[in-house]
């Protein structure tokens, strides 16, 4: 996936870097309980990026915790937050900032498409089903644009799959059956694959799919869009 982002950003013409003392952004220790870890985590990644037009990602959670949290987490700080204002989904980079009009990609599979929850109700990858508006779909549009794609999307379209972070670990019967029954909607549609933009929504429903052996694969949306480069 690191490699397949790389490559499709450089085919769109951006210039790309990728900074070799960046660590984690601090999420899992917040979402933990353990914030005041998360700060000097925040601090390195500040200023890691703080040169950079823009920091994109290819998950949404570690995105929006950036985006959302940063300027919090760095109060203390006596300097404005650089990353919170230019850090972006990598779709949501490719869709709303480069804008392209066609991609190399061909992709001759029926996909399903997982609409994970930071990325529908925080970054507006598309419509959330609860706020009864025109749909809409970030990763649908991305995806028109690779040659031999089918789209489709699972009933209870964007139900969470139950993976919530530290609600897998703590809540392990839940979670685990809430990803069966969110794999076995994919599956219900017909798809070869289950297609998304946050990891770890993809990888909660792949050790389900593994440990059940159920027939369908899950791929990350941008190994999609770099298919071929």
């Known amino acids: 996936m690191g490699i397949a982002s790389y490559k499709l950003l450089k085919s769109l013409g951006v210039d790309v870097d990728y900074p070799l003392n960046q660590t984690c952004c601090g999420q899992p220790m917040a979402n ?31 995105v929006v915790f950036v985006r959302d949290n940063y300027s919090r987490l760095l109060k203390e700080d006596k300097h404005r937050c650089a990353s919170e204002g230019k850090i972006y989904d990598i779709c949501e980079f490719i869709h709303d900032i480069v804008k392209p009009s066609s991609l190399k990609a061909k992709f001759p599979h ?4 997982q609409n994970s929850c930071h990325g529908v109700r925080l970054m507006k990858l598309s419509s959330a089903s609860e706020l009864n508006i025109p749909y809409f779909s970030k990763l649908r549009d991305l995806l028109s644009l690779v040659e031999g794609v089918e789209v489709v999307e699972p009933e209870r379209k964007d139900e969470c799959c139950g993976f919530g972070g530290m609600f897998a670990v703590e809540e392990d019967a839940v979670s685990v059956q809430m990803g069966h029954d969110k794999v076995m909607r994919h599956i219900a549609t017909g798809a070869e694959y289950i297609v998304g933009a946050d990891s770890s929504c993809l990888m909660h429903q792949n050790g389900i799919i593994a440990r059940d052996k159920l027939p369908i694969k899950t791929l990350h949306i941008v190994e999609i869009l770099a298919a071929g480069l």
């Open 110 to 113: 029926k996909v399903s498409l």
């Open 32 to 62: 933990a309980g353990f914030e005041n870890k998360a700060v000097d985590l925040a601090r390195h990644f500040d200023e890691q990026f703080k040169n950079y037009d823009y920091i994109v990602g290819p998950s949404a959670s570690c």
